[in-house]
């Protein structure tokens, strides 16, 4: 799976949009743009993923660069509750260790009053 | 309401004393999994379930066992922990068509 790099941490004004950025230029043809969150210690939860073409849920939007090799995932409004560690992961959607996603650092977003 | 189930949430136990970390879910998902989740280490597969009776390995496999009887559950045994068992434990299930995988909210484990 390819690797991806984001910043340790980033700020962001209650109401603003939060964008998070995400590095993935060794990313492969069959390999999907998955975010993940985790506020405090619970467990992740899941929020969008893509392969090529921009994604918009309840929770947030994807954009995926052209040639693939980077993404920013997109909080609209972001609120206090958006405070979380947030991972930008890349996998092939059936390859390798079956479902194992690999978690790097991830970026800590604070939002702030 | 979707959800994953682990218990205990929390655990304080001696090296040694064997223990099970139940986990539960009600999706009807074939793949479960778990993970332990260590400061500066991140989370670390240990353990992988395809379907009822059918567990491998993941990242960080040693010390723990798995079982699937049922396909609902996918407890995490620990038959002699030690001290470098102490983390963060969640457990995770997904459909095999899914692309979205739902965690557990945790149990914290210490061995004294």
């Known amino acids: 799976d390819a690797k991806t790099t984001q910043p340790t941490s980033m700020d962001c004004a209650e109401g603003r949009a939060a964008n998070l950025p995400c590095n993935h230029s060794?990313?492969?043809?069959?390999?999907?743009v998955y975010w993940y969150r985790q506020i405090h210690s619970q467990g992740p939860q899941y929020i969008i993923h893509g392969l090529k073409n921009n994604e918009t849920n309840e929770m947030a939007s994807l954009i995926i660069t052209e040639d693939r090799k980077s993404s920013t995932l997109i909080l609209p409004h972001a609120t206090l509750r958006d405070t979380a560690v947030y991972y930008c992961?890349?996998?092939?959607?059936?390859?390798?260790?079956?479902?194992?996603?690999?978690f790097g650092k991830g970026t800590k977003l604070s939002v702030k009053p | 309401e979707a959800q994953v189930t682990q218990n205990p949430r929390y655990l304080i136990t001696v090296t040694g004393k064997k223990l099970t970390v139940t986990c539960s879910q009600n999706m009807n998902h074939e793949y479960m999994s778990w993970y332990r989740q260590d400061p500066g280490l991140g989370l670390r597969q240990i353990y992988y379930?395809?379907?009822?009776?059918?567990?491998d390995k993941g990242d960080v496999p040693e010390g723990y066992k798995v079982s699937r009887k049922e396909k609902r559950n996918f407890p995490l045994i620990l038959e002699s922990p030690s001290p470098n068992q102490t983390s963060l434990y969640f457990c995770?299930?997904?459909?095999?068509?899914?692309?979205?995988?739902?965690f557990g909210p945790g149990t914290r484990l210490t061995v004294t």
């Open positions: 060794t990313i492969s043809g069959n390999e999907y």
């Open positions: 992961i890349v996998r092939a959607y059936y390859g390798g260790s079956q479902g194992n996603l690999i």
């Open positions: 379930s395809m379907n009822v009776e059918v567990t």
């Open positions: 995770a299930s997904r459909g095999m068509e899914g692309e979205k995988q739902y």
